[in-house]
């Protein structure tokens, strides 16, 4: 262990997860644990280790007040904030299973979850997320405290209160012993039959994930990280929070996604973790700009990225010296570094993850001297499973698997995976667990892949249709597309969106029904242009969203391209069978499809 990696503090030592942060306190008392920008003081506050064990001591208490017992769940609902951490931490250090929730999600699908669980706590933030739990709050009759950091009130609801009332002035942190084994967390994903399932998370699980990536991504005590993915993404949980912990890095909390440009060059982060939708955005950015200015300017940037690519080929071993590295140094000053300026000019690695990012931008990002690293896993899996480490990165892939990390080709080259990060199973769900976990320990993956000489994973399909988007959630579009055809409006739908940042749809219309349809707006049904009338495009997606309305808040059809010309066998739209060919709809419609995605 050298001076980088003396904080470091193992799985063993740790025991569990409030055990970790017990034994960063003890190790780096003083060191600054999290930044976050305090917007009734319009300025950047910070919390070191200790001062983060006294607002710990101080939800415990309230967390005992409740009379809740060891295993019991709680919910969280918070947007990434220190307030994440503490009630984490005091919720663990009693043994209870915390729920984390996405904010944005829809009402209906967060009581789903907190009925599932029958989590006895659901703490939230804003009264704008009050008005939306309000509505549902009857169907959470679990429920014993809800619980807002913000000052909500409501006289019809005797179980509503204020963290500032809750919580007690003072308290001191109790010890409490729980095991490594023991369930942590229940984190719900999307499932084939739309309804989220509960994958079960234990201490052993998560420590173990966080510690042996630590080989592939390392990262130091002096390390500072921008966490902006929610930490109710298994991603950003394990990485971006109790990695940290482990290291004694410093986290800071960015104020939003729209502020992130600003938070990058404000905050100056080493390590960047993000899905691949930031990085496209960034990138979109760019040629955004170039396309603006002159052509010397987008030969200029190209030229940069093509030396810049090569000297990282060089620099792996897999490419070799060329004249063109002479001009490196104007081109670096002229292009690159005024890029790597855009993003706090420190970075030393940034991880993408959650789902495939470009090969193309992720050669951008190289060429330009950010080392993007690609990471691949499941939340069955705590996250990680592979990554390409920095000295041996092939952006193109998957990664290698990480340390204690066995993995092997099945049938129809399924990946199968085995490791003690593999979770314990889903939430009152045996018969999906068997399914996905053998008799041996071996978790089916549900991607098709190869593993090259050099031991790296490349995803080839999947066994089972599911869109993977740009921020790594997954929809399975064949049910969404069975529930969508509930409106008679429509003879057939294909959903689409894999690595895109939202789902659209391609729908042909029923004729009959379309012609009334197109009379009641003063349309002419005859005309394909009235297909992509706007005022005809805002009504049939408020069609379609009543349909999927059971699907989680991410799983929203944003644009809809309308087709009168149904799929056929004799088009070859549909197989024999009359299953959707969607490959072969995809090259059909691609031009169609890029337009539904241009400018974002």
Same mark, same amino acid.
């Given at each position: 262990?050298?001076?980088?990696?003396?904080?470091?503090?193992?799985?063993?030592?740790?025991?569990?997860?409030?055990?970790?942060?017990?034994?960063?306190?003890?190790?780096?008392?003083?060191?600054?644990?999290?930044?976050?920008?305090?917007?009734?003081?319009?300025?950047?506050?910070?919390?070191?280790?200790?001062?983060?064990?006294?607002?710990?001591?101080?939800w415990q208490l309230a967390l005992l007040g409740v009379g809740l017992v060891s295993g019991d769940r709680v919910a969280v609902m918070l947007r990434n904030c220190p307030q994440w951490v503490m009630f984490?931490?005091?919720?663990?250090?009693?043994?209870?299973?915390?729920?984390?929730?996405?904010?944005?999600?829809?009402?209906?699908?967060?009581?789903?979850?907190?009925?599932?669980?029958?989590?006895?706590?659901?703490?939230?933030?804003?009264?704008?997320?009050?008005?939306?739990?309000?509505?549902?709050?009857?169907?959470?009759?679990?429920?014993?405290?809800?619980?807002?950091?913000?000052?909500?009130?409501?006289?019809?609801?005797?179980?509503?209160?204020?963290?500032?009332?809750?919580?007690?002035?003072?308290?001191?942190?109790?010890?409490?012993?729980?095991?490594?084994?023991?369930?942590?967390?229940?984190?719900?994903?999307?499932?084939?039959?739309?309804?989220?399932?509960?994958?079960?998370?234990?201490?052993?699980?998560?420590?173990?994930?966080?510690?042996?990536?630590?080989?592939?991504?390392?990262?130091?005590?002096?390390?500072?990280?921008?966490?902006?993915?929610?930490?109710?993404?298994?991603?950003?949980?394990?990485?971006?929070?109790?990695?940290?912990?482990?290291?004694?890095?410093?986290?800071?909390?960015?104020?939003?996604?729209?502020?992130?440009?600003?938070?990058?060059?404000?905050?100056?982060?080493?390590?960047?973790?993000?899905?691949?939708?930031?990085?496209?955005?960034?990138?979109?950015?760019?040629?955004?700009?170039?396309?603006?200015?002159?052509?010397?300017?987008?030969?200029?940037?190209?030229?940069?990225?093509?030396?810049?690519?090569?000297?990282?080929?060089?620099?792996?071993?897999?490419?070799?010296?060329?004249?063109?590295?002479?001009?490196?140094?104007?081109?670096?000053?002229?292009?690159?570094?005024?890029?790597?300026?855009?993003?706090?000019?420190?970075?030393?690695?940034?991880?993408?993850?959650?789902?495939?990012?470009?090969?193309?931008?992720?050669?951008?990002?190289?060429?330009?001297?950010?080392?993007?690293?690609?990471?691949?896993?499941?939340t069955e899996t705590s996250p990680v499973i592979s990554a390409s480490p920095l000295h041996n990165n092939y952006p193109d892939s998957a990664g290698q698997p990480i340390r204690e990390m066995d993995v092997?080709? $099945? @049938?129809?080259?399924?990946? =199968? /995976?085995?490791?003690?990060? !593999?979770?314990?199973?889903? #939430?009152?769900?045996?018969?999906?667990?068997?399914?996905?976990?053998?008799?041996?320990?071996?978790?089916?993956?549900?991607?098709?892949?190869?593993?090259?000489?050099?031991?790296?994973?490349?995803?080839?399909?999947?066994?089972?249709?599911?869109?993977?988007?740009?921020?790594?959630?997954?929809?399975?579009?064949?049910?969404?597309?069975?529930?969508?055809?509930?409106?008679?409006?429509?003879?057939?739908?294909?959903?689409? $969106? @894999?690595?895109?940042?939202? =789902? /659209?749809?391609?729908?042909? !219309?029923?004729?009959?029904? #379309?012609?009334?349809?197109?009379?009641?707006?003063?349309?002419?049904?005859?005309?394909?242009?009235?297909?992509?009338?706007?005022?005809?495009?805002?009504?049939?997606?408020?069609?379609?969203?009543?349909?999927?309305?059971?699907?989680?808040g991410y799983a929203k059809i944003h644009k809809v391209l309308l087709l009168n010309e149904a799929w056929s066998i004799e088009n070859g739209m549909l197989t024999p069978t009359l299953k959707i060919k969607?490959?072969?709809?995809?090259?059909?419609?691609?031009?169609?499809?890029?337009?539904?995605?241009?400018?974002?």
């Amino acid at each position: 262990m050298n001076s980088r990696t003396e904080h470091i503090i193992t799985p063993e030592e740790a025991g569990t997860l409030h055990g970790l942060f017990l034994a960063r306190v003890k190790r780096t008392p003083d060191a600054i644990a999290y930044r976050y920008f305090d917007v009734s003081k319009n300025i950047w506050q910070s919390f070191t280790w200790s001062q983060m064990r006294e607002y710990i001591a101080r939800w415990q208490l309230a967390l005992l007040g409740v009379g809740l017992v060891s295993g019991d769940r709680v919910a969280v609902m918070l947007r990434n904030c220190p307030q994440w951490v503490m009630f984490d931490q005091a919720a663990m250090s009693l043994g209870l299973v915390v729920v984390p929730l996405y904010t944005v999600d829809r009402p209906d699908n967060v009581a789903y979850i907190v009925n599932d669980a029958s989590a006895k706590v659901l703490l939230f933030e804003t009264k704008d997320q009050w008005t939306a739990l309000r509505e549902v709050r009857e169907k959470m009759n679990c429920v014993q405290r809800f619980i807002s950091l913000d000052l909500v009130k409501d006289s019809e609801e005797p179980r509503l209160q204020s963290a500032d009332n809750w919580l007690p002035p003072n308290a001191q942190l109790q010890n409490c012993i729980s095991s490594t084994e023991q369930l942590a967390t229940i984190i719900y994903t999307s499932g084939t039959t739309g309804k989220p399932k509960g994958v079960m998370l234990s201490h052993a699980n998560i420590l173990s994930n966080a510690f042996n990536t630590l080989n592939t991504f390392p990262i130091y005590s002096e390390d500072l990280l921008l966490s902006f993915l929610p930490l109710s993404h298994t991603f950003e949980r394990t990485l971006g929070y109790y990695l940290t912990v482990m290291t004694g890095s410093t986290v800071a909390f960015a104020r939003s996604v729209a502020l992130l440009g600003e938070d990058l060059q404000l905050i100056k982060p080493t390590v960047l973790i993000s899905v691949p939708r930031i990085y496209e955005r960034v990138y979109a950015a760019i040629n955004s700009k170039l396309d603006e200015g002159s052509n010397l300017k987008r030969k200029l940037f190209n030229l940069a990225v093509n030396v810049g690519w090569d000297r990282f080929l060089l620099q792996q071993s897999r490419g070799p010296w060329k004249l063109s590295f002479l001009l490196w140094p104007i081109l670096n000053l002229l292009v690159a570094n005024k890029i790597r300026l855009k993003l706090g000019g420190r970075l030393r690695t940034a991880i993408s993850g959650g789902a495939a990012l470009s090969p193309e931008i992720s050669r951008m990002f190289v060429g330009l001297g950010i080392p993007v690293v690609q990471g691949y896993g499941l939340t069955e899996t705590s996250p990680v499973i592979s990554a390409s480490p920095l000295h041996n990165n092939y952006p193109d892939s998957a990664g290698q698997p990480i340390r204690e990390m066995d993995v092997r080709i $099945g @049938e129809q080259n399924a990946l =199968l /995976v085995k490791g003690p990060n !593999v979770m314990l199973g889903y #939430w009152n769900n045996p018969e999906a667990t068997k399914s996905m976990i053998d008799a041996e320990g071996w978790l089916n993956t549900g991607d098709t892949a190869r593993i090259s000489e050099t031991g790296h994973i490349y995803i080839t399909g999947r066994l089972k249709e599911i869109i993977v988007l740009s921020n790594g959630e997954k929809v399975p579009p064949t049910d969404m597309e069975i529930a969508i055809l509930r409106e008679h409006l429509f003879d057939q739908v294909m959903v689409f $969106g @894999e690595s895109q940042p939202y =789902l /659209v749809a391609l729908a042909v !219309v029923n004729p009959d029904i #379309w012609k009334h349809f197109a009379d009641q707006l003063g349309l002419d049904p005859e005309n394909p242009r009235s297909l992509c009338d706007t005022r005809v495009e805002e009504q049939v997606i408020e069609r379609i969203a009543v349909q999927i309305k059971e699907f989680p808040g991410y799983a929203k059809i944003h644009k809809v391209l309308l087709l009168n010309e149904a799929w056929s066998i004799e088009n070859g739209m549909l197989t024999p069978t009359l299953k959707i060919k969607r490959a072969q709809v995809v090259a059909k419609f691609s031009k169609e499809i890029k337009a539904m995605y241009a400018g974002h």
